[in-house]
């Protein structure tokens, strides 16, 4: 597989701190992959997301140690404007990334900037509200949008510069479940419909981990665990460090003893199909 992103030994302390916000890191993201970063408040989740785009080190000023690449790109050596070509940023509030006042102005937005012919324009803005669901937001003004429209106009903005990465940093930390599930099935259409490689920061594990091919989990600056979710989510140093595991997994981890073989199951379907495998095959251990 060709990767999308390498992080080589990577260490990072912010200006005028003498604690690294990252620590070590190594990572490769290979391109179509859906990966999930997740860890505590504070535990390196956004910057380590701010160096795939080159905002760090050419935004957020610091010492930098190690190597980070976008499709062989090395980050130190080129410009935000350069690797936004390829890896679109999605943050926590859409406001601040808004830059026009109405749906198809701020879509239009960049690509206007890069000189595409008004016809291209005007397809391209009609297939990524295609994509994202919201055709009937195509007119509306921007203030008229709850969070979780606007974010999804974001993304759209994003998707019509055609970027081979997207970067979602905590994107429904402030929707309310209903809305963030929306948001989120959106992600993973992006990945699975359209080839994308998405890098989500998300703590609501049950409605995505299914789909993820990986997790990287971070404390203090540190990867800790990383790899398969079946796996991973069977570590107990998630749990150490208060990371909410999703339901079908933790039953799982708890029931382990009784059920020696066997994947962990992600979803309620994979979870039902195990223990009927189990039950028919008297796998189980009793007690």
Do not use: W
């Not at 504070?42 to 930098?64: D, E």
């Amino acid at each position: 597989m060709t990767e999308a992103i390498r992080v080589e030994n990577l260490t990072f302390y912010y200006e005028g701190e003498v604690k690294p916000a990252l620590k070590n890191i190594n990572l490769s993201i290979n391109e179509g992959e859906y990966v999930i970063i997740t860890g505590p408040s504070g535990s390196g989740k956004s910057t380590l997301c701010r160096t795939f785009n080159g905002l760090i080190p050419h935004f957020y000023k610091g010492k930098m140690e190690g190597e980070v690449y976008v499709k062989g790109l090395r980050v130190k050596e080129h410009s935000v404007r350069e690797l936004s070509k390829i890896v679109g940023m999605v943050f926590q509030e859409p406001e601040n990334q808004v830059l026009t006042l109405s749906v198809k102005d701020e879509i239009a937005f960049g690509l206007e900037n890069l000189g595409y012919p008004p016809n291209v324009i005007e397809d391209r803005i009609e297939h990524v509200l295609d994509v994202m669901g919201i055709k009937h937001l195509k007119n509306k003004v921007i203030f008229e949008l709850s969070g979780g429209e606007l974010q999804k106009v974001i993304v759209a903005s994003i998707l019509a510069m055609n970027p081979d990465i997207l970067v979602f940093d905590e994107p429904t930390s402030n929707m309310d479940p209903k809305s963030a599930l929306d948001f989120l099935k959106y992600t993973v259409k992006i990945n699975k419909e359209y080839g994308k490689t998405v890098i989500i920061v998300e703590h609501r594990l049950d409605y995505i981990i299914s789909y993820a091919s990986k997790i990287v989990v971070l404390n203090d600056g540190e990867i800790v665990a990383i790899g398969n979710p079946r796996k991973v989510l069977m570590e107990d140093i998630l749990e150490d460090i208060g990371i909410s595991i999703p339901q079908i997994p933790l039953l799982f981890k708890k029931l382990k003893r009784l059920l020696p073989c066997c994947e962990t199951p992600l979803t309620i379907e994979e979870a039902l199909s195990l223990l009927g495998r189990v039950i028919a095959e008297g796998s189980y251990r009793g007690t």
